[in-house]
């Protein structure tokens, strides 16, 4: 046996998991490609197929697509034990395949219900594949863990069975489960390793026993770990039906975004009466029925998925006759949080022509390159209709920034990003952001010197003793 063997073996025994599984992953953006590093962490034999040729020859030399902390070392060992590889070739992978992961993208689409074309080509393409392929002991497990509105699980299927029928023999076995995913950007490792819960959605008892054993090692929370204590001692799986398991998902996002508007209309009320959202934030957030995360007031939520996905809930709703009023504010109230920024501005400089502003952090979260629904994108351009000249810093999405906005100046060091600046926000609080040198930060600006804080990442009497002018968002 070689070594490489060996050691699984023994890792295995160590675990004592279940025979690893063939998987297959299409899609190795964000969901995919940790998912199937993850995967083959556990032990699995993992292939992540996507259609993007260049992206597989750099994953192929272990170059990572995007920044997420941690993942380059899960891929590189994953590799080395050889049970992670990339493809662009789908069919062999699904006919090698136990387990078949669709992690494809499902952007905004007309009217905002999610687009579901990519997931329809993969889903066909699995058909194909299976239909072209030898006749198999156990059916092909197809999941989905694309976020996808409610009923996808049997368009899914439709989908599959035409693709056999395009490849002339839909005699083929499958069955499809729906397996949402909640990791977060910036520390998508970790959630996956060990998330809250595990959610899988299907109709038959076999496709839940094959998603359990799969995920055995992280439900029995059986694998190696250099974290201790272990942060979990088991993990919840939950089995429902698929429709209840696709909209546990919207459902999930939808909450916390509203947890995120509700906060910001109490930070709005804080500023009419004089009160500190931070201060009742975190009164409120010890009440452990409302708990402390997703309170913080600001400039409101965007990112890959929750404008996305608050959008196709809508949809669904809508799809139905249902006035989804509740979802509707906790849009309106994100907009109107980004025009407070310029009103703040406004208030601050008065006129915004000519007026030079730093924006500070462009990625639309701490840790992550994604610049996807990026609240700093909108406020940049907005600032730069309204003649102002927008300088933007980002530790690790400032290439990318500068293509999707080339009216703004993008530079790789904060301290330039406020040379000069008459004002500056605070659009991601990442932790270098937090710890400004506000000293040198006063020295740099220009007067009146203001600090808009979209995160409340700043403290305002350090700012002020500073010599800088701090307007924070619902803080008196
Ligand atoms: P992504 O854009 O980062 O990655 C999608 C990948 O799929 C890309 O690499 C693309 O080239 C590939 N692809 C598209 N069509 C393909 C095809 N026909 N065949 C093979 N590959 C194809 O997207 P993501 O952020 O990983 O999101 C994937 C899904 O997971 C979405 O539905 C999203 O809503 C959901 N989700 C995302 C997150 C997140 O934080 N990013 C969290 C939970 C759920």
Redesign the pocket.
């Known amino acids: 046996m070689l070594d490489v063997e060996l050691a699984a073996s023994r890792e295995r025994q160590e675990r004592h998991m279940t025979e690893p599984f063939d998987v297959g992953v ?8 940790t998912t199937g590093a993850c995967l083959a962490h556990l032990g699995h034999r993992v292939t992540c ?4 040729p260049q ?1 597989v020859a750099e994953l192929g030399e272990c170059r990572m ?2 920044y997420e902390p941690g993942l380059e070392e899960l891929v590189a060992r994953g590799m080395r034990l050889g049970r992670l590889r990339f493809s662009t070739d ?1 069919a062999p992978v699904v006919q090698e395949a136990g387990v078949v992961f669709i ?4 952007p905004q689409g007309n009217g905002g219900s ?1 687009d579901l074309s ?1 997931v329809g ?2 889903a066909r ?1 699995i058909g194909r594949a299976l239909s072209e392929g030898e006749s198999r002991e156990r059916p092909l497990l197809v999941v989905n ?4 509105p409610v009923g996808s699980g049997d368009y899914v299927s439709m989908l599959l069975r035409e693709g056999a029928e395009e490849g002339g023999n839909d005699a083929v076995a499958y069955r499809v489960a729906s397996n ?6 910036g520390s ?1 490792i970790y959630d996956s390793l060990f998330p809250d819960r595990i959610v899988v959605g299907a109709d038959s008892r076999e496709a839940l026993d094959t998603m359990r054993a799969l995920y055995e090692p992280v439900l029995e929370q059986g694998f190696p770990t250099e974290f201790d204590p272990r942060p979990k001692v088991a993990v919840p799986f939950v089995t429902t039906d698929p429709a209840s398991a696709e909209l546990i ?1 919207y459902a999930a996002n939808a909450f916390l975004a509203t947890k995120i508007s509700f906060v910001n209309e109490v930070a709005n009320l804080c500023e009419l009466v004089g009160a500190d959202i931070k201060e009742v934030s975190a009164g409120m957030g010890l009440d452990e029925r409302i708990g402390s995360r997703f309170l913080g007031a600001g400039i409101g939520w965007g ?3 929750f404008p ?2 608050v959008a196709a809930l809508r949809a669904i709703a809508r799809e139905y006759d249902y006035e989804p009023a509740l979802l509707d504010a906790t849009v309106a109230v994100n907009e109107r949080q980004r025009k407070r920024v310029l009103t703040k501005l406004q208030q601050e400089l008065h006129t915004l022509k000519g007026k030079r502003v730093a924006l500070l952090g462009l990625a639309f979260k701490p840790n992550t390159d ?1 610049l ?1 629904g990026a609240p700093s994108l909108e406020i940049g351009r907005s600032l730069i209709a309204l003649g102002a000249r927008v300088v933007g810093y980002d530790p690790v999405a400032g290439k990318a920034a500068r293509e999707l906005v080339p009216e703004m100046r993008v530079v790789f060091d904060p301290y330039e990003a406020l040379k000069e600046a008459h004002a500056a926000v605070v659009t991601t609080e990442w932790d270098e952001l937090r710890g400004l040198d506000l000293g040198l930060t006063a020295s740099l600006m220009s007067e009146p010197s203001v600090i808009v804080d979209g995160r409340n990442a700043l403290n305002p009497a350090s700012v002020r003793a500073a010599g800088l002018r701090y307007r924070g968002f619902g803080r008196g």
């Open positions: 299409v899609g190795a953006g964000y969901v995919g490609l197929v996507d259609n993007d992206l697509p995007f789908l992690a494809v993208g499902t999610a990519g080509a993969v393409g863990k694309s976020t996808v949402p995913e909640f990791l977060r950007e998508a998902k990112g890959s998925c996305k996905d994604d996807r």
